[in-house]
């Protein structure tokens, strides 16, 4: 099958799906090529929901989740974001999103 990689199948349940296209859940983006619905009505991912995480300022680089974010009923846990990504300041000039998100449109050539 062109999506599977694994003899067992996994277990799925108590996630957050979400996208910024509205309609991406009726796309066959699921193993065995099946949209969200299919997916969830094959008896995968219980308890899981299709709903926008409610990120605070995600624009700006800030995926803290709202107090009202659906993933909290879920039992998801704020990641802490602070240390993720490029931490030595020598480096961060060779990343396309720094300064807090923003990005700084360049070009580097490294060898």
Known sequence: RWDRFYDNTPMFYNN???????GDETQQMFPDKMSWEEWVLSGNDSFSVWEDP???NPAS????????SPAWDLGIEQIILDNFGI??????????WTNQGK???HKYNIN
């Open 61 to 68: 680089g800030q995926y803290l989740l709202a107090e009202s």
């Open 87 to 96: 931490q030595v300041s020598e480096l961060k000039k060779y990343s396309s």
């Open 16 to 22: 957050l799906y979400w996208s910024q296209h509205v």
């Open 103 to 105: 990005p700084y449109l």
């Open 54 to 56: 409610l990120f605070l």
